[in-house]
């Protein structure tokens, strides 16, 4: 199943800066947006950051995206406890024709 | 308020079939293309189809091309999948999503796939 890259857990402690990385090729991220969602066990995902760096309605601004090349990131300044959840990276495929997801990362706020 | 509810999951034996519903409402569902995403349980998300707003497309992961179908009905503002020849690996939580940029999402309906 193919896949965007991305680290499978980060942490920080309160108040603190996270990145999470997201490294895709030339046929998904290198020529389409990229979008993030946060999803917490029990409920459903939510998009949180569309079209690279596109805050979702209601999303605080200690949260960010960015692209360059074939590669995105999402940061997380200010952390607090309630950002404890899944990220998940997503872009549209050309050559598959298709949407494709990151592996997902866990992040924990120690 | 945007909503989307799916329904239709169960309990199936490996090689029989299921066929999934998702409902719409609070906005102009004919307007947007869908997709069902799914996740297995211990795994991250998986795209599984999409269908544009008029049905004039329709794209497949390689896992589910030639089982899964998808379909829908804009007078009944409904998103369907009909699953076929299921495999226990389809055991999982299907989500119906808005759009390109997956920006609505149902809470999910569990199918699991066992004998």
């Known amino acids: 199943q193919p896949v965007l890259t991305q680290p499978p857990s980060a942490s920080g402690t309160p108040g603190r800066r996270v990145a999470i990385s997201c490294s895709g090729s030339s046929s998904n991220i290198g020529s389409n947006t990229v979008n993030w969602y946060q999803h917490l066990p029990g409920t459903a995902p939510q998009l949180l950051i569309y079209s690279n760096n596109q805050r979702s309605s209601g999303v605080p601004d200690r949260f960010s995206g960015s692209k360059s090349g074939t590669s995105a990131s999402l940061a997380i300044s200010g952390l607090q406890s309630d950002d404890e959840a899944y990220y998940y990276c997503a872009a549209w495929d050309d050559s598959l024709n298709g949407v494709i997801f990151g592996g997902g990362t866990q992040l924990t706020v120690l | 308020e945007m909503q989307l509810v799916e329904s239709g999951g169960g309990l199936v034996q490996p090689g029989g079939s299921l066929r999934l519903s998702c409902e719409a409402s609070g906005f102009t569902f004919n307007a947007y293309s869908m997709n069902w995403v799914r996740q297995a349980p211990g795994k991250g998300l998986e795209w599984l189809t999409y269908i544009s707003s008029s049905d004039s497309s329709r794209y497949y992961a390689d896992s589910v091309k030639g089982r899964f179908t998808v379909s829908r009905d804009n007078a009944k503002n409904s998103l369907y999948l009909q699953m076929n020849s299921l495999r226990e690996e389809d055991t999982a939580l299907y989500y119906c999503?808005?759009?390109?940029?997956?920006?609505?999402w149902g809470q999910g309906t569990t199918v699991t796939v066992s004998s």
């Open positions: 999503v808005r759009a390109r940029s997956l920006d609505v």
